[in-house]
Structure formats: structure tokens, C-alpha cells
């Protein structure tokens, strides 16, 4: 029988508190088996508490982060001369941007120059060759630990729309337009879900559940409130509601605050 663990925490500064414990058990593990740590991030509003925790902590003990490589979820793209490419990094709504300034920036600027996570070492799939990316993750031996979060209106994992299989690989898709509409939220400065890019490249779903170790659904706030209900009553993957891919995962874990989940205590649905 397929079970999955869900802690539920007062906040989401709680819930990032718990992630950063979790991220950083694993970083020991890789530093003392002497390889890379590969975390696999979103961006977005969900994982800043996390990302914050990490930098509080990583300051705190001084934590030797070079050998981090940070494997991004997806990026907005836009045809040009017959191609995909990535959109502007400098747009506000870049993914890429995003893991500078609000990722890579906040996790090392606590540590010295030596001690961070290098530019280098984040990485973001390539429109033009998306199935490199899948083997680059290979390469780097799969990912420790992937953050996922949630579209608060359809479920979306990555740009993941609903109706895609467990079987999804790293490719170039077309945004729904519940996940255009949510990404208004993720990103302010959009005045509608009409001027939110139509395509990005993304992982997949299948991307996520064959070449991660350990999954961390982070589902935070009231408009996350319908994604935690689905995702606990699935009881299993729903193609509908994508965010239901953490039933499949290795180590797939729920971490909820209260606003999204109500007050219940941590427990394994089954």
C-alpha cells in the first residue's frame, strides 16, 4: 500500500525551518561520502522560507556549501528566429533571476567566497536541448533532495500542466492558463495572467520521481488550502492534479503549515 508522511507546522517560516533541516542532513551525507550535494529547487513564493533557513543556518556553523549544485525546475522561454530561448535573466520574472538573486545570493551571504555555493554550479534545462538536462542529472549522480511546490488553482509542479504523465521527461510545454494566472502571485509585477509568458522549459514529472532521492511537497499559506485537500485525498498519483506526483516519489514527504492545512497533527496517510 502506497503511504506518504505529512508533518503540519504552525507557519511556513516552521515549515522552512523543517526543510532546512532536511536539506542539510543530506548535504552532511553527501560532504561525508566526498561528492556533490544536488538540490533541486523551485522558485517562486513557497521555498523562501526555506531558502532563508538554510542561509541562517549555513551562517550560523559556517557550512562548506561548494560542493552544492543547485538543479532548477524551469525557466520561461520565448521563440525567437525559429527557437526557444530563455527568456531575459534581468526580466522580474526570470527563474534564472530568480535563483540569483533570492537563492544563491541569500543561501551564501553568510559565508566566505570559498565556502559558497558558485555560480557555476546552478543550473537551469536548455530550451533548445531539453534532454540534456536529464542527462546532466545523471551525470551528477541524481538529486539528494528535490523542493517541490504547488499551483494553488490546478496542481502544477514545475510548469507541469495538468494531464501530464508519470512518464514526462524535460521538454518545452505550454503553460496552462490556471498556471499562467498563478504565476500573477508569483511574480507581482505580471497585472494579469495574459502577460505571463505561454511556454516554459521544465522538468518532468517523471524527471522528479526517477532521478530524485528524497521529495519534499512545501505547501504554504490559505490559497494552498484546495491543493493540500486534493493532494491528501488522491491517495495516489492523480494525472489531474499534478502535485499528486509526491505519492510516487522515494521519500516523497508533505511539509504544511496550518493555513493550508488546518491544525492536525503529523501523521502517514495511507
Avoid at 530568480?98 to 566566505?112: C, Y
Wanted: overall charge neutral; glycine content about 8%; hydrophobic content about 40%.
Amino acid at each position: 500500500m502506497t503511504s506518504l508522511a505529512v508533518s503540519v507546522l504552525a507557519s511556513d517560516i516552521d515549515v522552512g525551518e523543517a526543510a532546512a533541516d532536511i536539506v542539510l542532513a543530506a548535504h552532511q551525507q553527501a560532504t561525508a561520502e566526498r561528492r556533490a550535494f544536488v538540490l533541486g529547487c523551485p522558485a517562486g513564493r513557497t521555498p523562501r522560507s526555506t531558502y532563508a533557513a538554510l542561509a541562517r543556518r549555513v551562517a550560523a556553523a559556517q557550512v562548506d556549501l561548494s560542493n552544492t549544485r543547485i538543479v532548477m525546475m524551469d525557466e520561461y522561454v520565448e521563440h525567437s528566429t525559429g527557437d526557444w530561448r530563455w527568456c531575459p535573466s534581468h526580466a522580474h520574472y526570470s527563474c534564472r533571476g530568480f535563483a540569483e538573486r533570492e537563492l544563491r545570493s541569500v543561501i551564501n551571504a553568510g559565508l566566505p567566497v570559498s565556502k559558497q555555493i558558485p555560480a557555476h554550479a546552478v543550473h537551469t534545462p536548455e530550451p533548445e536541448r531539453p534532454e540534456e538536462y536529464e542527462r546532466l542529472i545523471e551525470a551528477l549522480g541524481g538529486i539528494d533532495v528535490f523542493l517541490l511546490a504547488t499551483g494553488a488553482s490546478d496542481g502544477h509542479v514545475a510548469f507541469n500542466p495538468p494531464g501530464t504523465s508519470l512518464g514526462s521527461v524535460t521538454r518545452v510545454v505550454e503553460l496552462a492558463p490556471t498556471t499562467r494566472s498563478d504565476n500573477v502571485g508569483t511574480f507581482p509585477r505580471f497585472s494579469s495572467g495574459d502577460e505571463v509568458p505561454r511556454h516554459g522549459v521544465s522538468v518532468g514529472l517523471g524527471t522528479i520521481v526517477r532521478l530524485s532521492r528524497r521529495t519534499l511537497l512545501l505547501i504554504c499559506g490559505p490559497s494552498k488550502r484546495a491543493s493540500f485537500r486534493r493532494v491528501m485525498s488522491s491517495g495516489g498519483f492523480d494525472a489531474s492534479w499534478p502535485a499528486t506526483v509526491i505519492w510516487t516519489c522515494v521519500h516523497g514527504e508533505v511539509l504544511a503549515d496550518e493555513a493550508a492545512a488546518g491544525k492536525r497533527k503529523d501523521k502517514r496517510y495511507a
